[in-house]
């Protein structure tokens, strides 16, 4: 089982979305991309995350920095 990642004081989905819309990336697209990582994800997937209800898995995480070339620390921030 993977390890999920809570985001209870850690704003990770709001980090994911500002890096990712300063990127100029539509959730369709990022969602796409993530795929390509062989991170099967849904576009509703990603708008709960990046709103904070649904917890992130760290191989979503890991995929995320990679898709939007940025840090852990700039996503956990």
Same mark, same amino acid.
């Given at each position: 089982? %993977?390890? *999920?990642?809570?985001?209870? %004081? /850690?704003? /990770?989905?709001?980090? /994911?979305? @500002? &890096? @990712? *819309? !300063? *990127?100029? /990336? @539509?959730?369709? %697209?990022? +969602? $796409?991309? =993530?795929?390509? %990582? #062989? +991170?099967? &994800?849904? @576009? !509703? $997937?990603?708008?709960?995350?990046?709103?904070? &209800?649904?917890?992130?898995?760290?191989?979503? =995480?890991?995929?995320?920095? #990679? +898709?939007? !070339?940025?840090?852990?620390? !700039?996503?956990?921030?």
């Amino acid at each position: 089982m %993977e390890q *999920k990642i809570k985001q209870d %004081e /850690i704003f /990770i989905g709001k980090n /994911i979305r @500002r &890096i @990712r *819309k !300063e *990127k100029g /990336i @539509r959730q369709t %697209e990022m +969602v $796409a991309l =993530l795929q390509l %990582e #062989n +991170v099967m &994800i849904t @576009r !509703e $997937a990603l708008v709960k995350i990046e709103r904070g &209800i649904q917890h992130i898995q760290a191989t979503q =995480l890991r995929a995320i920095k #990679n +898709v939007l !070339e940025t840090t852990y620390d !700039e996503l956990l921030k």
